[in-house]
C-alpha cells in the first residue's frame, strides 16, 4: 500500500487566496483526521471524520477553514480566504481504529506558506 | 479537557548513550499512550505504544513505561544511534477522545 497520500506538498499563495489541501487515506482505514502543526502550537487536530462523516470540528480554527469527504478514498481540506497566520504544515492521517485507539498513519504533509 | 506535557523540548546524548523522554497527562479516562517519531520533511510514524492495564513495553532498543496514579509515561531508547536524531511526540487518547499531543523533544544522537 502507498500509505497515505498528500497534495500538494508545496503550496505558495497569497493572502486571500483560496487553497485546497488534499488527502487519499490507507484503503480500508475508517477514520480520517486532518492535523495543523506549527512552531508555536505543535500538532493540532482540526478535523475527525468517521466513515466518511465528521465527527468533531472543534479544532477547526474558524470559518475560513472547511473539510470534506466525499467518499472513503478522498477528503480535501479547504481555506478561503488564506492568510498568513494559516502558514504551517497540514497533515492527513488515516486509522483503521476510532478516535484515540488506534494507530494513526500520517501522510507527508502539504506545506503552505501564506505570504 | 486532556493536556499533555512533556520533557525535555530539546536533548542530545552522544551515540550509544541512553536518552529519556517524560510525558504526563491530566485525564485519568485516557488509556491509550503512543509514541511517534518524526524525521525531518516527514510525517510523525508511530514507534510504540502502551495501554493503561500494562506497565512497560518493550521493544528492541526501545521501551515504554507508564505510571497510571502519577499520570506519567516515558520513552527510553537505549544504544542510541545517528538515526534515532528526529522528533519524538508522545500522545494521550482513549475510546472516544482523539489523541493530544505533546509539545514534542528533538533529539540529537551526536557521532
Known amino acids: 500500500d502507498a500509505g497515505v497520500i498528500q497534495s500538494p506538498r508545496h503550496e505558495v499563495t497569497e493572502m486571500g487566496q483560496e487553497v485546497t489541501l488534499r488527502c487519499k487515506p490507507i484503503s480500508g482505514h475508517n477514520s480520517l483526521f486532518w492535523y495543523r502543526q506549527t512552531m508555536m502550537r505543535g500538532l493540532e487536530l482540526l478535523i475527525y471524520f468517521n466513515n466518511n462523516v465528521p465527527i468533531d470540528d472543534s479544532g477547526m480554527p474558524e470559518d475560513r477553514f472547511s473539510a470534506k469527504m466525499p467518499n472513503a478514498s478522498f477528503s480535501t481540506l479547504k481555506i478561503q480566504p488564506s492568510e498568513p497566520r494559516d502558514s504551517a504544515v497540514y497533515f492527513c492521517a488515516s486509522s483503521l481504529s476510532g478516535a484515540g485507539t488506534g494507530e494513526l498513519f500520517f501522510g507527508e504533509g502539504s506545506r503552505l506558506t501564506v505570504l | 479537557g486532556e493536556n499533555v506535557e512533556q520533557h525535555p523540548s530539546t536533548l542530545s546524548v552522544q551515540e550509544g548513550d541512553s536518552a529519556v523522554i517524560k510525558c504526563t497527562y491530566s485525564?485519568?479516562?485516557?488509556?491509550?499512550f503512543p509514541w511517534y517519531k518524526q524525521e525531518l520533511g516527514k510525517g510523525p510514524q508511530l514507534i510504540i505504544d502502551i495501554r493503561s492495564n500494562v506497565g512497560e513495553k518493550k521493544d528492541q532498543r526501545i521501551a515504554v513505561t507508564l505510571n497510571k496514579t502519577a499520570k506519567h509515561f516515558s520513552l527510553h531508547i537505549t544504544e542510541t544511534q545517528p538515526e534515532d536524531s528526529a522528533v519524538y511526540f508522545c500522545a494521550a487518547g482513549g475510546r472516544g477522545q482523539n489523541f493530544v499531543f505533546g509539545p514534542g523533544t528533538r533529539l540529537s544522537v551526536l557521532p
Open positions: 485525564d485519568s479516562a485516557s488509556n491509550y
